[in-house]
């Protein structure tokens, strides 16, 4: 039986925060930071957009999921950027 | 007689979003703030990145993982409780509620242990600006739990389907600020 679109989501959730992790871990492997943190706000962005979708259920709303995708992307541009800065 | 009251002019991009409309001002606010946050948090990193990456390693960032895994799985939960009440199950849709609010319990449990570990390092909020924004941000994120799995409790109580997708949605919130404050604060060194 295929599993319902929650628990797909949840599933995606939680290997997306493996992925988080292994990410950071590279930090301390010598992989550059722009690299690592680029993957880690990537990924997170990845999350909160699931999370919008389908655990609040913005699926249904194409509008408001349009919208808040296009902030929450701007919203992680910028914290790269700040994150960044200092690396060059 | 009098005229008959006009009904309302449709909105249908407010009636596209689901649940309560005040719901979703509230998730808003609640993310422009934690958003201005975050933004503060690295523009004063800009100011000693060495500073900011020493202290970070402080930070118990397994037991934070951890959390993550606890705050999507009982998000998982809340969200399937409204599915079970729309089928009509309240028994399993309560039991879902319960679950998620113990997982939340489990939350804060385990940020309590991260904070009396910190307190036994001698660190507290003023140790370095790194950690004014830990506490900062981690004890408002804490404080919403505490609210989260009150409200899980009331609409598990209050079980009708309106309730429940409304104390779930703010737990939505919840579980969506952390997947954002994980990272910048445990992670991007």
């Known amino acids: ?88 | 007689m009098t005229d008959p009251v006009p009904d309302p002019a449709p909105h249908p991009l407010l009636d596209e979003l689901p649940g309560d409309l005040m719901i979703w001002v509230l998730i808003i606010s609640e993310l422009l703030v934690f958003g201005a946050g975050f933004a503060a948090f690295l523009s004063v990193r800009l100011t000693d990145p060495a500073g900011f990456a020493e202290a970070q390693t402080h930070l118990h960032r397994t037991g934070a993982a951890l959390n993550t895994i606890v705050l999507i799985t009982s998000g998982y939960l809340a969200a399937q409780a409204l599915t079970l009440r729309r089928a009509a199950r309240r028994g399993a849709a309560r039991l879902a509620l319960v679950a998620a609010a113990a997982l939340g319990a489990v939350f804060l449990v385990i940020k309590g242990i991260e904070y009396a570990d910190k307190a036994a390092q001698g660190i507290t909020y003023d140790t370095h600006p790194f950690f004014m924004f830990y506490y900062l941000l981690t004890g408002f994120h804490a404080a919403h739990v505490i609210a989260g799995i009150l409200l899980l409790l009331l609409v598990a109580w209050r079980d009708a389907p309106e309730n429940i997708e409304t104390g779930a949605a703010f737990w939505h919130m919840v579980d969506l600020v952390w997947v954002l404050l994980f990272p910048v604060i445990y992670l991007l060194a």
Not at chain 1, 44 to 56: E, G, Q, S, V
Not at chain 1, 65 to 76: D, E, I, P, V
């Open chain 1, 1 to 88: 039986m295929r599993p319902d679109i929650l628990t797909r989501a949840w599933v995606a959730l939680i290997v997306l925060s493996g992925l988080s992790a292994v990410a950071a871990g590279l930090i301390n492997r010598g992989v550059d930071i722009r690299v690592t943190g680029t993957a880690v706000l990537l990924l997170a962005l990845i999350k909160a957009r699931i999370i919008l979708a389908h655990y609040l259920g913005l699926a249904a709303a194409p509008s408001w999921r349009r919208g808040f995708n296009l902030s929450l992307t701007l919203f992680c541009i910028l914290l790269l950027g700040l994150y960044l800065i200092p690396a060059f």
